[in-house]
T-cell receptor
Framework: DQQVKQNSPSLSVQEGRISILNCDYT??????FLWYKKYPAEGPTFLIS?????DKNEDGRFTVFLNKSAKHLSLHIVPSQPGDSAVYFC??????????????FGQGTTLQVKP | KAGVTQTPRYLIKTRGQQVTLSCSPI?????VSWYQQTPGQGLQFLFE???????NKGNFPGRFSGRQFSNSRSEMNVSTLELGDSALYLC???????????FGPGTRLTVT
């Protein structure tokens, strides 16, 4: 039962353009969402998060949008840089249900930013 | 602040053996979560420890266990290793188990 889905295994964009990574979820109890970036042989690096009471959160080049009615979130990277090339994971939690410390991850999307 | 550290970084074990992995959280973080990453199953939650107590557990067999010490450092143990236990084991720390988790570099376990 895949509660968090990233349906695009890969994405390729040109340097300077916008990268949009998508994530869908099925569990309406999720109350917190996060995006992580991962390079090979390293642990995931936290990028940005959003609470279910908000619909947008921005941090520099990164913006996360949450559409609760569609159970969909997206990460926008503007402008994209070659150093952004990595695997991006969407994650969700339902801490309100007492599931402390537990993140449910999507399968990841590999982003390639071409110079 | 120093990040999350994990030791060892790489490990090769034989089927049937047991293994212990160690994790030191960010200073001040009291919650430590463990995850297994495999190509087929992705990143899966193993368990979470807070104040030396296991508060949450994922769907893994009892061969997977862990503990947390009074300084918040955590260890996980896998007994009777199987070939399918080959994976990247990641630990993550957070202040109290909610919000952002910060990951260590992982321990790459290979079971032969």
């Amino acid at each position: 039962d895949q509660q968090v889905k990233q349906n695009s295994p890969s994405l390729s964009v040109q340097e300077g353009r916008i990268s949009i990574l998508n994530c869908d979820y099925t569990n309406s109890m999720f109350d917190y969402f996060l995006w992580y970036k991962k390079y090979p042989a390293e642990g995931p690096t936290f990028l940005i998060s959003i609470s279910s009471i908000k619909d947008k959160n921005e941090d520099g080049r990164f913006t996360v949008f949450l559409n609760k009615s569609a159970k969909h979130l997206s990460l926008h990277i503007v402008p994209s840089q070659p150093g952004d090339s990595a695997v991006y994971f969407c994650a969700a939690s339902d801490h309100g249900s007492g599931n402390t410390g537990k993140l449910i991850f999507g399968q990841g999307t590999t982003l390639q930013v071409k110079p | 602040k120093a990040g999350v550290t994990q030791t060892p970084r790489y490990l090769i074990k034989t089927r049937g053996q047991q293994v212990t992995l160690s994790c030191s959280p960010i200073s001040g973080h009291r919650s430590v979560s463990w995850y297994q990453q495999t190509p087929g199953q992705g990143l899966q939650f193993l368990f979470e420890y807070f104040s030396e107590t296991q508060r949450n557990k994922g769907n893994f067999p009892g061969r997977f266990s862990g503990r947390q010490f009074s300084n918040s450092r955590s260890e996980m143990n896998v007994s009777t290793l199987e070939l399918g236990d080959s994976a990247l084991y990641l630990c993550a720390s957070s202040l109290a188990g909610q919000g952002e988790q910060y990951f260590g570099p992982g321990t790459r376990l290979t079971v032969t």
